[in-house]
């Protein structure tokens, strides 16, 4: 915001006076005002130079100036209001003016139509070597050396045995699934705090979902909900035919007792691990602890191909079955001979290239988001209105996104917050909102550990703040001070 003083010319200024006001200032506009120092007019280059064409000399004074309406706002006008009236009137320049009329501050477009996103992709420098390098060899066709490449490089960072490149998390959620046997008339039970993606692939395989609920600790599922599950389950003499865990906002869920229950109920684990991508438990990297493991590179995931997935597992001969499968199940013939039903999931060797070149960023992308993190703890520790997604000690998140709930003592809930937030154009999420809330899933079974649903209260009040890679300090000092007068 520019103060006004360097701008604002009397009625009594000769045009001489204003051009060289105009050239100092070198804003392109002046404020024109009245004895009593209230706005009267913007005064630019145009209006001057039209002056002159008309025979004005220059040392008249500049109220030969017809009359003309100055767009203003007021003082506590919001960025996104004042861009929309820049907007509309076509004007890059918005006098603001106090309660007597009188101009205070000048907001120029350029300083004020930057949105801050709540993710965005962050390319390095070498992705575009390798899809140069498959446009040079005419690699343009799906699969190709970037896809093998890119599925060895990526299993040797997070020590899986294989992988197959895919065209999204979901379709490596939906490979997944049916590899491991789900079918029509199936129940599977899945985290309920999640994105649809992680729960639409049970239904696409004709199964049914059950949802988990969370736990406060890590925010994932929860061991003794599921554990709850599980025996109600076998009480009623079923068994689900499988267990997609998710890792929320970049975090491993509690891994050890889930599988122990999972192995000592004989159900085999999907590890959603879409924004967990290297994030640890106990050390170990996030994504390889069920019997397959999903990433997603979506365009808003902590490294991107702008879209692509990918299935891992230890199990070769699951990997290579994904493969067949997302290849159309085209069988070994020279004609083409089907005897499954396939899909076309594979991703393609441009993708591929820029998954080569975002995973030798990796670790400084999750460097960076911890870093967002940490400057969001330190930036609003005197707020204290904000209690951030606890990191247990046997995880490492990649802070994917830096979330938080909203104390019920705040001024504004987090409904409240993310409009406030949006009319500063920062953009703030709600919390995913639980499967087992969503119409879609309405009459679903869903588990607790004991009366309340954990996932309800981090859903109402939590909030997912901009955690780019790419932030600017001064993004995210307009965040943070955005915040601080909103909570306090
Ligand atoms: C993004 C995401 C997916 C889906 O991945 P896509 O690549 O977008 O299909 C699945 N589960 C979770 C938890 C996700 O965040």
């Known amino acids: 915001m520019t103060e006004v003083k360097e701008l604002i010319v009397p009625r009594k200024a000769t045009l001489r006076d204003a051009m060289s006001r105009l050239e100092q200032a070198g804003l392109g506009i002046l404020l024109l005002v009245s004895d009593e120092g209230v706005l009267d007019r913007a005064i630019t280059d145009g209006d001057l130079r039209r002056l002159i064409l008309a025979g004005h000399g220059l040392d008249e004074t500049i109220e030969v100036l017809p009359a003309a309406r100055c767009i203003t706002a007021p003082l506590g006008v919001t960025r996104r209001a004042a861009l929309e009236l820049m907007n509309h009137h076509g004007i890059s320049h918005l006098p603001l003016v106090d309660g007597e009329g009188r101009a205070v501050k000048l907001l120029m477009r350029r300083d004020i139509d930057e949105q801050v996103l709540l993710s965005t992709p962050h390319i390095g420098d070498s992705e575009r070597d390798f899809v140069e390098q498959a446009f040079l060899t005419n690699w343009i066709a799906p699969l190709g050396p970037n896809v093998d490449a890119f599925e060895t490089e990526l299993c040797a960072f997070v020590g899986s045995a294989h992988g197959a490149a895919v065209s999204s998390g979901t379709a490596a959620i939906h490979l997944g699934l049916r590899l491991l046997g789900v079918g029509p008339g ?18 696409y395989q004709g199964a049914e979902p059950v949802f988990i609920d969370s736990e406060e600790t890590s925010w994932n599922m929860c061991p003794k909900a599921l554990e709850r599950a599980l025996a109600t389950a076998a009480a009623e003499g079923w068994r689900p035919k499988a267990v ?4 929320l906002y970049g975090q491993s869920a509690d891994m050890d007792p889930i599988l122990d229950l999972c192995t000592s109920y004989g159900v085999p684990v999907l590890e959603d691990a879409a924004e967990s991508l290297g994030a640890t438990y106990k050390g170990r990297q996030s994504g390889t602890f069920g019997k397959v493991g999903v990433f997603s590179f979506n365009g808003n995931k902590i490294i991107t191909t702008s879209g692509g997935g990918m299935l891992v597992s230890d199990d070769k001969e699951i990997v290579a079955r994904a493969r067949f499968l997302a290849t159309q199940a085209r069988d070994p013939a020279p004609h083409y ?12 060797n441009i993708l591929a290239g820029v998954g080569r070149g975002q995973l030798r960023v990796l670790e400084e992308r999750v460097a960076a988001r911890r870093g967002v993190f940490e400057r969001y703890r330190d930036g609003l520790a005197d707020a204290g209105l904000l209690e951030w997604m ?24 987090s409904a409240g917050i993310i409009k406030r937030l949006a009319g500063e154009m920062i953009e703030a999420r709600p919390v ?20 309340s649903s954990v996932s309800d209260d981090l859903f109402e009040r939590g909030i997912c703040l901009p955690s780019g890679s790419n932030m600017s300090e001064e993004q995210l000092d307009r965040v943070i001070s955005t915040l601080k007068s909103l909570l306090r």
């Open 337 to 348: 001979e089907h005897s499954e039903i396939g899909y076309n999931y594979r991703m393609s």
């Open 186 to 203: 199936d129940k599977v039970f899945c985290s309920t705090l999640t994105f649809a993606a992680s729960a639409n692939p049970i239904v």
């Open 244 to 247: 997609i865990v998710v890792n």
């Open 390 to 413: 606890p990191e247990p000690d046997w995880s490492f998140s990649n802070r994917w996104l830096t979330t938080a709930t909203v104390s019920p003592s705040a001024a504004h809930d």
């Open 432 to 451: 995913w909102k639980p499967m087992h809330l969503q119409p879609v899933f309405a009459g679903t079974r869903y588990f607790t550990a004991g009366n």
